[in-house]
């Protein structure tokens, strides 16, 4: 007898699927739709509005298979923004995560955080590109530490929600049978982190990529970002849609990449309701 | 020979002062109110909490408390949760199968993660954790609360066999007198 997948929300249960197959068909059929309507919208728009501010998606699709057949695209546009990407993701990890783990645990230092943080997160982005092109001049460099300043604090304070959710119950009896400190952090300490921490690295990875495109386009000499420049400069439309739907794939590949990472390793995830 | 030794213990500013002495395989209850310090004491005792003021002297090499609630990573099964003791190894735990499990009716329910166990089955898990560290004190906070009378008269038996085995001394804080190991001496708040 098969099961019958049914979705909990707040205005009562609905049955969704009769097995596992059925309901992964059933969303897939849901997004395929909701791609079909973006795409009937934009080209109904396209047709009465001039290529210049709407392009077509057919020409979109040229412009798209341009950029993948030109190997300096490649080479001087998504390698240098993809590094960009990666590396001010994991500069942002390591800066979050170090102070995270202080604040976490010492509570005076996260009041002397508090300021900084504040700071960080309320300031806008295109305030912050000025700064640091005053700072660090133009190129990759000033892009990265861009990145890292303004992704760090997402990980600093999942990781001091995370803290304060911690069943120091469950830690002081870890303590008192003298557990060693490798299964306390392998067991509990960060699967209890680990409910706070994904969804902020997944939240991290998008804003990295958009970060990185918008400091791009203001200070690097290479990037995809330089060429939404050039390409706002020359009126390119169909170009300026086409690195968009770069970036969105961008964007997804990495978040479908930490979501298969980040399940792999959820390990307290197994007793939680499951989610659609 | 004297395991525990309290003089002019305070738990709280206003609570009065605790003196005793717990010798050596002696088997004592505390009894008194709610809130009326019975479990900071034991916690007190197993070093978990700072009194007010006064002296604490625990002679007991290896001291195991069965918590209240039973405290157990609740994504690990019940085996993983004791494998977690640091002394227990995979050839211990085959041993323990055929010392405890089997008699606590706890063997079918070893590799299910906690969450899916029933009250009554984490209390066992908890009270088994406290004898495999193999105590020289056993400290027991309310244990019997969420145990049926069947698996209450199980763990009872269990625990008197290991006091009587391995010369340990017992704290136990119980609100039924029904729910003490033995004859236990009374402390009254």
Not at chain 1, 40 to 59: D, M, V
Not at chain 1, 165 to 171: H, V
Request: with cysteine; net charge neutral; aromatic share 10%.
């Amino acid at each position: 007898m098969k099961n019958f997948l049914v979705n909990k929300t707040l205005w009562g249960s609905t049955e969704l699927a009769r097995d596992d197959n059925q309901f992964i068909y059933k969303n897939l059929l849901a997004k395929l739709s909701g791609c079909v309507v973006l795409l009937s919208i934009w080209w109904i728009l396209s047709l009465y509005n001039h290529p210049t501010l709407i392009p077509s998606p057919n020409l979109v699709f040229w412009a798209l298979l341009d950029y993948v057949f030109d190997l300096n695209f490649w080479l001087d546009s998504l390698m240098p923004s993809l590094f960009h990407i990666i590396l001010g993701f994991f500069s942002a990890a390591f800066i979050g995560v170090s102070f995270g783990v202080l604040a976490g645990n010492i509570p005076i230092v996260r009041h002397m955080f508090s300021p900084l943080r504040v700071l960080t997160t309320s300031m806008p982005a295109a305030v912050g590109v000025v700064l640091f092109i005053t700072w660090l001049g133009l190129g990759s460099t000033m892009v990265i530490v861009m990145v890292a300043v303004f992704i760090a604090p997402i990980f600093y304070m999942a990781l001091c929600d995370g803290f304060d959710t911690i069943d120091y119950d469950l830690n002081e009896m870890l303590q008192f049978y003298n557990v060693s400190l490798v299964n306390r952090l392998k067991h509990f300490i960060l699967p209890s982190l680990w409910g706070a921490l994904s969804p902020a690295i997944r939240l991290a990875i998008a804003n990295s990529a958009r970060l990185t495109i918008l400091a791009e386009i203001f200070a690097a000499t290479s990037g995809l970002g330089e060429r939404v420049d050039t390409a706002r400069t020359y009126l390119q439309t169909d170009k300026l849609f086409a690195l968009l739907i770069v970036m969105v794939l961008i964007v997804v590949l990495f978040d479908k990449f930490a979501s298969i990472l980040l399940a792999r390793y959820d390990v307290s995830s197994k007793h939680k309701r499951q989610s659609f | 020979m004297i395991e525990i030794k309290l003089t002019d213990l305070q738990i709280f500013v206003e609570s009065k002062p605790i003196n005793l002495n717990v010798g050596l395989q002696e088997n004592w209850q505390f009894v008194g109110a709610s809130g009326c310090g019975k479990t900071s004491l034991l916690r007190v005792i197993a070093g978990l909490h700072q009194p007010i003021s006064g002296d604490v002297e625990v002679n007991a090499k290896k001291i195991a408390l069965a918590f209240q609630e039973a405290r157990l990573i609740p994504h690990l099964s019940a085996q993983e949760n004791l494998m977690l003791l640091p002394h227990i190894n995979k050839i211990e735990f085959g041993q323990m199968v055929d010392n405890y499990l089997e008699t606590v009716g706890l063997a079918e329910q070893m590799l299910r993660p906690i969450f899916s166990l029933s009250g009554g089955e984490k209390q066992r898990v908890n009270i088994l954790r406290a004898l495999l560290v193999e105590p020289d004190l056993l400290l027991l906070d309310e244990i019997g609360a969420s145990l049926d009378q069947y698996n209450w008269n199980i763990i009872q038996n269990l625990i008197e066999k290991y006091l009587v085995e391995n010369k340990c001394t017992l704290v136990q804080i119980s609100h039924q007198d029904s729910r003490v190991i033995t004859k236990p001496k009374v402390y009254k708040f």
